[in-house]
């Protein structure tokens, strides 16, 4: 069975999951600069630096970012937040048909 992408009909395929993983690249660069300064005490030249370090992601890795997880004790939350309006709903009902017949 010969599997093609529709577009570029290449035949070459990578997982979702490592195309995410290979996407990440460490970033580390420093910059040195000068400028001259003119004020009221005269010119001067002055100097400085930065660094910076982080991380990089290019789009295709954060296009194919897994999903969230979602935390068990909210869905029980909202399953109970939805079943006591419905269990007072079912509690009125009985009552009202109850008493009626």
Same mark, same amino acid.
Request: glycine letters at 8%; one cysteine or more; a positive charge.
């Given at each position: 069975m010969k599997i093609e992408c529709?577009?570029?009909?290449?035949?070459? =395929?990578?997982?979702?999951?490592?195309?995410?993983?290979?996407?990440?690249?460490?970033l580390e660069a420093r910059s040195h600069g000068w400028g001259l300064v003119f004020g009221a005490g005269g010119a001067?030249?002055?100097?400085g630096?930065?660094?910076?370090?982080?991380?990089?992601?290019?789009r295709l890795s954060q296009? =194919?970012?897994p999903p969230h997880k979602r935390s068990y004790w909210k869905i029980i939350l909202w399953w109970l937040v939805g079943l006591l309006p419905l269990e007072f709903l079912l509690g009125y009902l009985d009552m009202v048909l109850g008493h009626s017949a």
């Open positions: 529709p577009q570029c009909e290449s035949n070459e =395929f990578t997982k979702r999951s490592l195309v995410y993983a290979q996407g990440f690249s460490a001067g030249i002055r100097l630096s930065a660094k910076t370090k982080g991380r990089v992601q290019p296009r =194919f970012t």
